[in-house]
Structures are given as C-alpha cells and as structure tokens.
C-alpha cells in the first residue's frame, strides 16, 4: 500500500512539473508550433524564427529576428493584465518587450502581408488572434474623419468603427488563418474571402522576453496580398491603419468577446468600439512599402 501510494504521489509530481519542464527546454526563438514547415515564416529552414542559423535569440528579439517585422506602434503603454475577459499573462495577453515596447509587428515582401503578437503564453485552448484593417483612415460615426460605413454595436457583435478588412488566426482543434472583407459589415454579415485550415502559414515561437516570470510567445501568421481586392485593396500607394485585438472564441473580433486589444487599457475602455477607436486614432498610418523596409 505504502508502495503504491509513493508511486502514485511520484506520478502526481511529474504530471504537475512536466509542463514547466517542458517550457524552460524551450529556447527563445525556438518554433515550438505549427501545422508544418514554412519557407516563408521559417525561411531557412531551421526551426527558429532568429538569426544567426540555429542559434536562438541571445540579446534582442527584434534586431536578430530573421524575418525583419516593424513594430507598429501602440497608441499607449500597453499593461499585463489589462484582459476584458482571460487571466493575466495567458495564452490572450498582448504584451510588449520591456527594453521597446514591441508587441505587435508586421511585414511584407510584396507578395505576402505577416503579423507578429507577442502573446504572454500558449494554450490548446480554441482562441483567435485578429488583425483588423483600416483601409479608407476613417473611423468612429462623428467627427472630420467620420466612416460613412460605421455599423453600431448589436447583439451579434461588437460593432464595426470603420475596418474593411479582418485577418484573423483561430486556434483550436483545427487552426485557420481567414481573410474576411468587414467594410459596413457586423457580425455574421462579414464576407470571408479566403482561408486555409492547418496549412503553413502560421507558427508559434518562443520570444525572448519573459513577461509575468515565464516566457512569452510570438504568433506569426501571414497571407497573400492577392487577397485583397476591390475598393479597398492593398497596394503599393495604400495607406492604412492596424490594431490588433485577441478574441476569447476561435471567431472574428466584430462577433466573438474581446480579450485584449493591443495599445490601449482595455480596463479603461468596457465599450469594445471605444477601445478600438482610440487604439486607431493613435496609431500612425503606415504603407505596404514601409512594412518592406523592415524595422
């Protein structure tokens, strides 16, 4: 007896430290999840997301980054634990780096538009990770900037201040990364335009920094530029505004309950509209060829 409740305590411990072990194995800028191998968010094929070749992040998660994302700045300091919904420094949490306040980054190579969030940890758990697109730099229903297509909040969603276009990447059984046109559109009215189901265009990969003493993570995720047509499509003489929002379901941010929304104090803002509209106003417009230029 006294055998087998030994063997069931030495069982308990190791099921209870196995994760934490797990975790610190993971080298800072070490891929530790995707569907399969990409050339274009892993392009040298390493397993690492760094540079140099093989070799994780040692001094900046930002400059020895191989893909070189520019930071988009946040309209204000960005807080750990400012969540709508979710626990601090989980798999929901925006968080910034502590020497640059980088937490929500992007790139293009003039075929392919990446995001980069730093997400304070990594989960099984079905969630999403939203982009959403300011094409026309209008937003909110008043003032000079006004959008013409402004859609109040309804009980199928939050509403939408003037974003026409959504890149969202939804975790859970199956990950997906969904391009959807939004322009006037709420809720369940929003057009998906395209998508792929556990295809290589997403990874997770350990960051270098260590919000709430444990480490964060970057989730990379990236679509083709061909996506977006019409109106409001993104060319080299676009100029657009960003803010990136993670969702508490595996569903785009203008449906599913808001978590955190990148830039502002979400405690601040209970109106989801209002958070985006000031995360907006305070971001500075940014073209497809300054995204090129990197860092």
Do not use: C, H
């Not at 055998?3 to 190791?14: G, K, M, N």
């Not at 893909?67 to 634990?81: A, D, R, V």
């Not at 929002?245 to 309950?257: C, D, F, I, R, Y």
């Amino acid at each position: 007896m006294r055998s087998f409740t030994l063997r069931a305590v030495t069982i308990a411990v190791i099921i209870l430290v196995f994760p934490f072990l797990n975790a610190s194995a993971q080298s800072p800028g070490q891929i530790v999840r995707r569907s399969s191998a990409s050339a274009v968010l892993d392009p040298n094929n390493d397993g690492y997301v760094s540079l140099p070749l093989n070799t994780g992040f040692t001094t900046s998660d930002i400059t020895q980054s191989e893909i070189p994302f520019k930071s988009i700045p946040p309209s204000f300091i960005e807080p750990i634990g400012d969540l709508a919904t979710g626990a601090s420094g989980s798999f929901t949490d925006l968080v910034t780096s502590t020497t640059d306040k980088t937490g929500f980054m992007s790139y293009s190579d003039g075929t392919n538009l990446y995001f980069r969030l730093r997400v304070g940890s990594i989960s099984n758990g079905a969630k999403a990770y939203s982009v959403l697109i300011d094409a026309d730099n209008k937003a909110g229903n008043s003032g000079s900037q006004a959008d013409p297509n402004y859609v109040a909040p309804t009980s199928q969603g939050s509403g939408n201040i003037g974003f026409e276009w959504e890149v969202l990447l939804a975790t859970g059984t199956s990950t997906t990364v969904t391009v959807n046109e939004t322009d006037g559109k709420n809720g369940p009215n929003i057009v998906q335009v395209s998508q792929t189901t556990n295809s290589s265009n997403w990874q997770i990969a350990t960051a270098l920094s260590t919000n709430s003493n444990n480490p964060d993570y970057f989730f990379d995720f990236y679509v083709p530029l061909s996506a977006f047509t019409g109106t409001y499509a993104l060319t080299s003489s676009s100029v657009f505004r960003m803010v990136a929002t993670t969702v508490s379901s595996p569903t785009s941010a203008l449906k599913g309950n808001r978590s955190d929304i990148f830039g502002v104090n979400d405690v601040l803002y209970p109106s989801t509209p209002d958070g985006w509209l000031a995360a907006i106003n305070g971001t500075p417009p940014i073209t497809l060829s300054q995204l090129n230029s990197g860092r």
